[in-house]
C-alpha cells in the first residue's frame, strides 16, 4: 500500500499525508525523499531542497520513461536539476519497495507508475480564501504576501510536473482521487483511508 499526495501550495495536503500515514501506521516521506536524495547525488541536503520544484530547460526529458536504480551515476553529464530529480526518482523508487508508505510530492505518482509500483495517487486542493488563511496563519504574512507565494508555488509545481512527468498537474483525471481540504483536514484523511479500505 503506497499512496502519494501531490498538492495544491497552502492546501494542507502535507499535513494530511502525515495524518493519514499515522492512522494507517505507515511511515509518510516528505523531507525524508530530500535526505535521501542528497545521499543519492552526494550533494548537500539543502541544495537538494533548494532544487525542489525547480527544473532545467535545457533537456527534453521525454526520452528517460523508466527511472531506475544506477541511472543517476551514468548521468553526471547532464544540469544539475536533472540529476537531482533521477536522483530524488530512485530515492522515491527504493521507499516504496521498501514497505508502506505515504509519500508527499516530488512527482511520486509519475515516478512509481513508470516504474510499475501500485500506488493510489491522491491530489488535495482548497479554495483560494483557505489557502492564504491558511499561510497567514502558518508565516504571519499579509494576505497580499500569501496570495504571492501561492502563485509562484503553485506555477513552479505546474512547471516542474511538466517537465518530468508530462502530465498536467491538479488536472483531475491524471489521480485516482482529489479531494478538498476544506471538508476539514481529519474528514479528508478519512476519506483516502476509507479508499484503501481502512
Known sequence: MVITI???YGSGGSEIGHKLAALLGIPCY???VTELTADFAGLPADTVAASEDKTSMALDYSGYHVYGYGLFSANRFLPMYDQIFIAQSNAIVRLARGSDCVIVGRCAAEV???NRI???NVFVH???D???ARLRTRHDITEAEARRFIKKSDKARANYHRKYAFTEWGKAKNYHMTISSSIGIDNAVKAIAAAVGK
Open 130 to 132: 483557505e489557502r492564504i
Open 112 to 114: 512509481l507508475n513508470r
Open 118 to 120: 501500485p500506488c493510489l
Open 6 to 8: 501531490s498538492r495544491e
Open 30 to 32: 516528505d523531507k525524508t
Open 126 to 128: 482548497a479554495p483560494l
